[in-house]
């Protein structure tokens, strides 16, 4: 098992900056993937970025591309994303995955995820 658990959401203004972080523990050693997902209120979760845990590997959706950036620290079992330029279209509560076997954009694919940090983007 894995245990995933965010950190670093918050209420910013539109134009502003937020580091989510995602910590992981138990059996990290059997990771391929780390993903960061977002959901509205009233909307589906949707994909935001994904790494490999090699690094090798790196996407984004369109609609964060050049905004945000992921980032991992092996040593630390963490994962990060560098959120700037926040628009009020990036409210949402933010989940980090983890998966075993891929790398992917489909929520589904994914065998572990945290409990969710809200982020509030106002105009």
């Known amino acids: 098992q894995v245990q995933l658990v965010e950190s670093g959401g918050g209420l910013v203004q539109a134009g502003d900056s937020l580091r989510l972080s995602c910590a992981a523990s138990g059996r990290t050693f059997s990771l391929y993937a780390m993903g960061w997902f977002r959901q509205a209120p009233g909307k589906e979760r949707e994909f935001v970025a994904f790494?490999?845990?090699?690094?090798?590997?790196?996407e984004y959706a369109d609609s964060v591309k050049g905004r945000f950036t992921i980032s991992k620290d092996n040593a630390k079992n963490a994962v990060y994303v560098q959120m700037n330029s926040l628009k009020p279209e990036d409210t949402a509560i933010y989940y980090c995955?983890?998966?075993?076997?891929?790398?992917?954009?489909?929520?589904?694919?994914?065998?572990?995820w945290g409990q969710g940090t809200q982020v509030t983007v106002s105009s």
């Open positions: 790494i490999s845990w090699r690094g090798d590997r790196v």
């Open positions: 995955a983890a998966d075993e076997n891929s790398v992917s954009r489909l929520p589904r694919i994914y065998d572990y």
